[in-house]
Structure formats: C-alpha cells, structure tokens
C-alpha cells in the first residue's frame, strides 16, 4: 500500500499476483512488461486524492506495457476504487486463469 516508486514489475517472467491492496502509486500498481505474463487476481486498486495530486495516474492500476502481450495476462476480480479505472491495454486480456502452484504458509492446517 501507498508506495512512491512502483509496485510488483512482472518483466520477462510469470508471476501469479493474488489478492493485493495497490493504494496510491505514484508510477503504477501492476505492470506487465517484456514477455511478462500470468495471473492478477482479486486485487484492489485504489487512488485517492493525494496519490492522484503526487503524480499517480487512474489508468495505471494493472496493464501490459512494453513487449508484454494481453493474451498472456489473466485479470479476475480487480476492483478500482477512488480515481482508479481500468486500464484499457488488458481489455482483451487471456480467457482463462494461467495454472500456477499453490501458495503454502505455516499457518496453514
């Protein structure tokens, strides 16, 4: 939540991005970029007043940038809030959830 420079950079690999709160960026939430590709799933966008008036950008919440291709990226259950508005380069993003191993935590009975 609310960080100056950026927030997860997917770049020339596959990443499974779950449940994020992306508050107030400055440079963006979630980017794909340079054959980057996988999940981003139930995650929340939100940029409000200040982060807006900082520089961050409403569009800027999770896109392909760079090389990345929208049919490689799968987004599920984003959910904008304040300024933040879908970015339009993941319009035609992948069909279907990417297969990704399961997360495991000591927590975890």
């Not at 420079?5 to 939430?29: C, K, M, Q, T």
């Not at 200040?50 to 090389?67: C, H, I, L, S």
């Not at 984003?78 to 997360?103: I, M």
Request: aromatic share 12%; hydrophobic share 35%; net charge neutral.
């Amino acid at each position: 939540m609310k960080y100056w420079i950026r927030g997860p950079l997917v770049y020339d690999a596959f990443a499974d991005l779950r449940n994020n709160i992306h508050e107030d960026w400055a440079l963006w939430g979630s980017r794909f970029e340079s054959n980057g590709r996988g999940n981003a799933i139930n995650s929340l966008y939100r940029l409000g007043a200040d982060g807006k008036a900082a520089g961050g950008k409403p569009e800027a919440t999770v896109y392909a940038y760079g090389g990345a291709d929208p049919q490689t990226i799968y987004v599920s259950g984003a959910v904008y809030e304040g300024n933040a508005v879908p970015n339009q380069s993941l319009a035609n993003h992948a069909p279907a959830e990417f297969p990704a191993p399961a997360v495991s935590s000591p927590c975890q009975k």
